[in-house]
């Protein structure tokens, strides 16, 4: 019997280590409910998919660059690039999973020509999603940006300002939560998301499918090849993945494969 119990514990140890744990950071929305969509899939596959909720743009790649986490899902290339040369990072894409559009919205006005002299605007404060935010407004005429096509254009870089628009730069997360409070807010989807907003429907204006910030899988340079990864950037590319994102976000999240 004793014989038994040892062979038992050392064929349950051996299945406990077989599958390949892969921890992954997300954003709430849609990210780590894309990544709850296929985790059953990849556990057929011996891959234990373990999701770390994150709200902030920060944390996931530092986590992931410190090894504390295999990888994130959470960001675009622009922001990737313009991380890792900040930090000194070297977090590489893994693949391109989908396009969440950025908005404009408004609580109080149903059209950008209905926006007031002076009116109050605000914008993510990261770089990228800054620029974004500003090449959007300048799409619509409300600004002129010194290089139209500079995606990382500041609020410095503002030639023409007819409506003489107050922007204010504030943390992505937050400019749901400020909606009320101001008179214009460019919003990332996911956020929008979480905020119960409906981009195809409330946003005044959004970005088209010609935008290029795709959100990637990213993970480091040391990992990005293993067969854990590979099944997880598999996974994410399933005509299952797609047919699940074009159900449950309507449009508003537009699928990159």
Same mark, same amino acid.
């Given at each position: 019997?004793?014989?038994?119990?040892?062979?038992?514990?050392?064929?349950?140890?051996?299945?406990?280590?077989?599958?390949?744990?892969?921890?992954?950071?997300?954003?709430?929305?849609?990210?780590?409910?894309?990544?709850?969509?296929?985790?059953?899939?990849?556990?057929?596959?011996?891959?234990?998919?373990?999701?770390?909720?994150?709200?902030?743009?920060?944390?996931?790649?530092?986590?992931?660059?410190?090894?504390?986490?295999?990888?994130?899902?959470?960001?675009?290339?622009?922001?990737?690039?313009?991380?890792?040369?900040?930090?000194?990072?070297?977090?590489?894409?893994? =693949?391109?999973?989908?396009?969440?559009?950025? =908005?404009?919205?408004?609580?109080?006005?149903?059209?950008?020509?209905?926006?007031?002299?002076?009116?109050?605007?605000?914008?993510?404060?990261?770089?990228?999603?800054? =620029?974004?935010?500003?090449?959007?407004?300048?799409?619509?005429?409300?600004?002129?940006?010194?290089?139209?096509?500079?995606?990382?254009?500041?609020?410095?870089?503002?030639?023409?300002?007819?409506?003489?628009?107050?922007?204010?730069?504030?943390?992505?997360?937050?400019?749901?939560?400020?909606?009320?409070?101001?008179?214009?807010?460019?919003?990332?989807?996911?956020?929008?998301?979480?905020?119960?907003?409906?981009?195809?429907?409330?946003?005044?204006?959004?970005? =088209?499918?010609?935008?290029?910030?795709?959100?990637?899988?990213?993970?480091?340079?040391?990992?990005?090849?293993?067969?854990?990864?590979?099944?997880?950037?598999?996974?994410?590319?399933?005509?299952?993945?797609?047919?699940?994102?074009?159900?449950?976000?309507?449009?508003?999240?537009?699928?990159?494969?």
């Amino acid at each position: 019997m004793k014989k038994l119990l040892v062979a038992f514990a050392a064929v349950a140890a051996f299945s406990a280590h077989a599958a390949d744990t892969l921890k992954v950071a997300a954003s709430p929305v849609p990210h780590a409910e894309i990544l709850e969509f296929v985790k059953p899939a990849l556990a057929k596959e011996g891959v234990d998919l373990q999701v770390k909720v994150f709200t902030d743009y920060v944390q996931p790649n530092v986590q992931v660059a410190e090894k504390r986490l295999d990888a994130n899902f959470f960001q675009h290339q622009p922001y990737l690039d313009e991380f890792n040369k900040a930090k000194g990072t070297h977090l590489v894409s893994v =693949g391109a999973v989908h396009l969440e559009p950025l =908005g404009a919205y408004s609580s109080k006005y149903k059209k950008l020509e209905d926006l007031p002299d002076g009116a109050n605007v605000v914008i993510p404060n990261d770089a990228t999603n800054g =620029g974004r935010a500003l090449l959007l407004l300048a799409k619509h005429n409300l600004i002129t940006l010194k290089d139209p096509t500079n995606i990382l254009s500041t609020i410095k870089d503002i030639t023409e300002n007819p409506k003489n628009l107050k922007f204010r730069e504030l943390e992505a997360a937050t400019l749901p939560r400020v909606l009320t409070q101001v008179d214009l807010a460019l919003i990332n989807t996911n956020y929008a998301l979480e905020a119960k907003l409906d981009p195809s429907k409330d946003a005044l204006v959004i970005e =088209g499918n010609d935008s290029p910030y795709v959100n990637i899988l990213v993970s480091r340079e040391d990992n990005k090849d293993s067969d854990a990864m590979k099944k997880l950037i598999a996974a994410l590319h399933t005509p299952e993945v797609k047919q699940f994102i074009q159900e449950k976000y309507k449009g508003a999240i537009l699928p990159a494969f």
